[in-house]
């Protein structure tokens, strides 16, 4: 079946880094997403990585992919206080066409 | 600037009544998306349309419907039928010729029913 799950808050403290994990189960998705929403607002693709991947970086972004236990992770460096948010984990559908199965989004938020 | 638009922002309702969400996008992209978000829950798939004059229930159609006649618009209407229709509807696009399938997402309209 298709599920993504993802712990639904996290609280760190400005200046450190921030994890955010993520659980998937259809062992066939190609690409797996963040996208990140703040208030009020759609949905911002941060990055992705290909299922044959097992790391990439950019800038602040590490994603770190563990196909063999399904895992997902996304590390913020330095996580800003314009870093808070709602961090949306997805993965392709192998069904045929563009589906992308969302989790419920951990909220993210940072203090001083 | 190329993107998506979702107007109204903020949309209000009378329960019976038939409304229409629009959605445009100047990507160029062939293939659209509507979500529904309600509070803590993750997003999930009303319809999708991968070209022009076609589209496809997604996982929860039932109470809404579409149409695709052009391919920058992909408007939604929330019918009377729709027993729960208070939430939050993010429009998407994406080009299926990219490798990544990634979606664009628009800035949400906010539909209250009373």
């Known amino acids: 079946g298709e599920d993504v799950e993802q712990s639904l808050f996290l609280s760190v403290r400005e200046g450190d880094s921030s994890v955010i994990n993520c659980t998937y189960t259809d062992s066939s998705s190609t690409y797996l997403y963040w996208y990140k929403q703040e208030p009020g607002a759609g949905l911002q693709l941060l990055t992705y990585?290909?299922?044959?991947?097992d790391m990439k970086q950019d800038q602040r972004l590490t994603v770190l992919l563990n196909k063999k236990d399904k895992h997902l992770s996304l590390r913020i460096a330095d996580t800003q206080t314009g870093d808070s948010a709602i961090y949306f984990c997805a993965e392709t559908f192998s069904g045929g066409y563009n589906k992308l199965i969302f989790g419920a989004g951990t909220r993210l938020a940072v203090h001083p | 600037d190329g993107g998506i638009t979702q107007s109204p922002k903020y949309l209000f309702r009378k329960e019976g009544q038939n409304v229409t969400l629009s959605c445009e996008q100047n990507l160029n992209h062939d293939a659209m998306y509507w979500y529904r978000q309600d509070p803590g829950q993750g997003l999930r798939l009303i319809y999708y349309s991968q070209i022009v004059n076609d589209f496809q229930k997604g996982d929860i159609a039932e109470g809404y419907s579409v149409s695709r006649e052009k391919k920058e618009s992909f408007p939604l209407t929330v019918t009377s039928a729709q027993k729960n229709p208070t939430a939050f509807y993010l429009c998407?696009?994406?080009?299926?010729?990219?490798?990544?399938?990634?979606?664009?997402f628009g800035p949400g309209t906010r539909l209250t029913v009373t």
């Open positions: 990585i290909f299922s044959n991947m």
């Open positions: 998407a696009s994406s080009a299926p010729g990219t490798k990544a399938y990634e979606q664009y």
